[in-house]
């Protein structure tokens, strides 16, 4: 039953939501069963980018590292508000160190889950329904199991399914595919670039650019927003002239160089604009 949930919930996303014993019947022969779930009006899905934020969690639980389930848990949900992360850290870790401090066979997986979530819900981190139901998934057949085998070890058996999956994630087919997709992405972005520019300056010659600020100090949002604009613009220009001079000359190197040269400006511009932010929120605090 074990396996076959691991399977559902961590290699194909889609699992039973409610495996009570009356959900559960044993098919096939004594020395070959085959466990059957019926009743599929609760089910639960998660993505791929949840399963593999969920195994982390497990992992990070399994090497009893209560830092490591606070970050996998924060990368699970979604911030409502500003959250004090070393406040956050603690109040998780203190949470699990009632769980991690046990042999694994005794840890209650599904309560260790389902007091972090509380912990981590206290601080504003919203937690994804699905996950909410994948907690309740566990406690029912963790549940169920101990039922019939009171020394049920979960995360023994749990483990090595957890390790094959981690394995497969870097594995060079895997890590070759993301590289793909990001690729992919990349080039989509670029090849849009020039008629959003386009678009922009469009707005600005008719007058239909709207600049819009809410920031305390309105002296130092203008200047944080000008260096964005003026960046913009810089960027853009380097980008299509190499852009242009790599494809349509016979001496590529310049365009190389104003390539190379965006990349730098962009990495100085995120410098400029953390210290400028940082200034700016200084500034509306003393005032």
Do not use: C
Not at 149 to 165: I, K
Not at 247 to 273: D, F, N
């Amino acid at each position: 039953l074990l396996h076959a949930l691991f399977k559902q919930i961590f290699e194909d996303g889609f699992f039973h939501g409610d495996p009570h014993p009356g959900n559960l019947i044993i098919l096939g022969p004594i020395d070959a069963p085959v466990i059957g779930f019926i009743d599929l009006g609760l089910v639960g899905r998660l993505s791929p980018e949840l399963r593999d934020r969920t195994v982390d969690l497990m992992v990070a639980a399994a090497r009893q590292d209560g830092r490591g389930i606070a970050d996998a848990l924060y990368s699970i949900g979604t911030p409502t508000k500003r959250i004090d992360r070393a406040r956050y850290e603690a109040e998780v870790t203190v949470l699990a160190e009632k769980y991690l401090g046990k042999p694994l066979k005794e840890i209650q997986l599904s309560a260790l889950i389902r007091d972090i979530v509380t912990g981590a819900m206290k601080y504003g981190l919203e937690i994804p329904p699905e996950f909410l139901m994948l907690g309740r998934t566990l406690m029912t057949v963790e549940g169920v199991g101990k039922s019939l085998y009171p020394d049920l070890d979960v995360y023994s058996e749990a483990m090595p399914f957890f390790t094959r999956l981690l394995k497969a994630r870097y594995s060079p087919e895997r890590l070759g595919a993301d590289a793909l997709r990001a690729m992919s992405k990349l080039s989509d972005t670029a090849t849009g670039l020039p008629a959003k520019i386009d678009d922009l300056l469009a707005d600005l010659q008719s007058g239909n650019l709207t600049i819009r600020t809410t920031d305390a100090s309105i002296v130092g949002a203008s200047e944080l927003l000008g260096r964005r604009v003026f960046s913009g613009f810089t960027v853009s220009a380097l980008v299509i002239g190499g852009s242009l001079l790599i494809h349509g000359s016979s001496a590529p190197t310049p365009g190389y160089v104003m390539l190379a040269s965006a990349g730098v400006w962009i990495v100085g511009h995120i410098v400029r604009v953390a210290l400028a932010a940082r200034r700016i929120a200084r500034i509306a605090r003393e005032g």
